[in-house]
């Protein structure tokens, strides 16, 4: 078996979820090369061939890969597939966007954000939200996978794979890119933070959401938000932790002025400890949480930044 | 212009799901049923555009039961001018959702194909990019933002840290998040209206298309329950319980 890792990587930077995803492709065993498709990506595909387990490392370095655009992307990879048992890549937003276009390409089912590997054709996923958890069997000759990156550890960087180039060039008349927006922020990235601190619609404005600025600077935490936050317009929908935003599993995850729906739990409940604070006692997220605290956040969040 | 619209029939959004006791799927008997949230946002975004005078016509098109022609009357009653079913009662999964819209688009040969960006059962996100690879389009996935300027379309994307904008030729497929728009709900009248309007039922064999699927579920099995329910009484006690029980902080 023949594994090939697609990187995931922004700026030049290799991005920390291609380790995990390598992690689950051990998971799954055999041979691993892992592909840094991209412009000027020479310092992505040394930084890839430094990962743990991995043989080789290709690079198709090229202006049509430039912003890794689906449609000349995911060609790429479906030319390259057939030397490869699994392809697989992060179940992020690029990962969503190219895999199941090359798992269409190639006439094959897709899996999406797989948490387990019972062996080599059979992986667990959450459906429902989180709320079940699928065991799913595939008989493709090639599967086509994105891994949620929380669900396994990220393999150290103490290899040296050799670096390949592909020459392998495509056209792309589909698609061209315009324009990137990306929020500049000193905080972490979201979904791979040590510490999240979350606010929900109980934080009333988008103003108060400068309350959990302090705690997250002590903590050295990224700040998230509920969908009930996002949809009543207090924060832009990119700082959504749940079903329909990001997964994260940090070490401490603090949500402020959430109920927590279902749909919220199953974007944090994997965190190693969970921090309530609510002013309804009722509220369901105190059933998921390891310390709630029942009072009003508008008094909690100051004493607990002046405590931290 | 001609706009498809797709939508499916899943579990409404707000019922809490039981696993099924012999592990074999979830329990859809008696469970409300509602159209997905992401296809109400891609719907809407098909009628915004004929009333913008972009879409000279909206079609929608679902695939499942008979039952799912309740939400292809909702599609109507929110301004979808006409629908088609193609109705089966087998497991689709998402490349032969993609497949089966495939052939709607070579009949119908939309400028535009709009589909939620995933569905709350499946939780695949997957059918609007292998629509797209199928019929040799361009994508813009995950959509907060559409903009149809002569022979092309700018969508906005939302993407892990940011927005990106992409210009895609026509026709293409879009895929909605949860920003492009806020669903309206559909007037009484509407309603009313929507039943007269055709339903053109087909078959997947009319369509050439075999509904199988490489993947098998071999069992549905519930999350492991998390043990939480302990208060802290003040800011002081939960200081002191994460630095020196949980020691999760310094």
């Known amino acids: 078996m023949s594994i090939l890792v697609i990187a995931e990587h922004h700026n030049g930077q290799l991005a920390e979820s291609t380790a995990h995803v390598v992690a689950a492709a051990q998971a799954i065993g055999g041979d691993i090369e892992i592909l840094v498709a991209g412009e000027s990506v020479a310092g992505v595909a040394e930084s890839a061939a430094k990962l743990t387990g991995v043989s080789k490392v290709r690079v198709a370095d090229d202006g049509v890969y430039a912003h890794q655009l689906a449609e000349p992307t995911a060609e790429l990879i479906a030319g390259l597939a057939d030397d490869y048992s699994h392809v697989l890549a992060a179940a992020s937003t690029q990962g969503k966007n190219v895999m199941p ?8 089912a897709a899996l999406s954000e797989v948490i387990g590997v019972e062996s080599p054709d059979t992986f667990l996923r959450p459906i429902y939200a989180g709320n079940a958890i699928a065991t799913v069997q595939s008989s493709d000759a090639l599967k086509v996978i994105t891994v949620r990156t929380t669900a396994f550890d990220a393999v150290d960087a103490t290899g040296s794979a050799e670096v390949e180039s592909v020459n392998a060039t495509v056209e792309n008349t589909l698609s061209q890119f315009v324009s990137e927006e990306l929020a500049s922020s000193d905080r972490p ?11 929900g619609r109980g934080m009333g404005n988008g103003e108060n959401f400068k309350l959990l600025d302090g705690i997250a600077d002590k903590l050295g935490a990224a700040i998230g938000a509920s969908r009930a936050a996002v949809d009543a317009g207090f924060v832009p929908n990119d700082m959504q932790v749940g079903q329909t935003g990001k997964i994260v599993a940090p070490e401490l995850y603090i949500a402020v002025g959430i109920s927590g729906a279902i749909q919220h739990l199953a974007g944090m409940k994997d965190a190693k400890v969970i921090v309530a604070i609510n002013k309804d006692e009722e509220a369901p997220i105190f059933q998921v949480a390891d310390y709630g605290l029942v009072g009003d956040l508008f008094e909690v969040l100051p004493e607990l930044e002046s405590k931290l | 212009m001609k706009v498809l619209v797709a939508v499916k029939r899943v579990i409404d959004y707000n019922v809490k799901i039981r696993v099924k006791p012999d592990h ?22 098909a009628v915004r555009l004929k009333e913008k005078g972009v879409a000279s016509e909206v079609v929608a098109v679902t695939i499942g039961p008979k039952a799912a022609q309740e939400q292809l009357r909702t599609a109507l009653a929110l301004g979808a001018d006409r629908a088609i079913h193609v109705e089966t009662d087998d497991k689709v999964e998402s490349l032969t959702a993609a497949k089966l819209l495939k052939r709607v688009v070579d009949d119908e040969q939309p400028g535009l194909t709009i589909l939620g960006k995933q569905s709350i059962d499946t939780d695949n996100n997957q059918t609007g990019q292998m629509l797209a690879a199928l019929a040799g389009m361009g994508q813009g996935t995950f959509a907060s933002e559409v903009q149809v300027e002569g022979d092309e379309v700018q969508v906005t994307r939302e993407i892990d840290g940011g927005l990106q904008t992409v210009a895609l030729k026509l026709p293409a497929v879009i895929t909605t998040d949860l920003r492009l728009n806020e669903p309206r709900y559909a007037k009484l009248p509407d309603i009313m209206k929507a039943k007269k309007k055709p339903i053109d039922v087909k078959s997947p064999d009319d369509m050439g298309v075999a509904v199988a699927s490489s993947l098998s579920v071999l069992k549905v099995e519930s999350p492991a329950e998390r043990q939480g329910g302990t208060k802290v009484a003040s800011v002081d006690e939960l200081v002191d319980k994460l630095k020196n029980e949980a020691k999760v902080i310094a």
């Open chain 2, 24 to 45: 074999s799927d979830v329990d859809l008997t008696n469970v409300k049923m509602a159209m997905n949230p992401f296809c109400e946002i891609a719907v809407e975004e």
């Open chain 1, 101 to 108: 276009r090359v798992a269409a390409l190639k006439d094959v």
């Open chain 1, 189 to 199: 990235e979201l979904g791979s933070a040590r510490v999240v601190v979350s606010g």
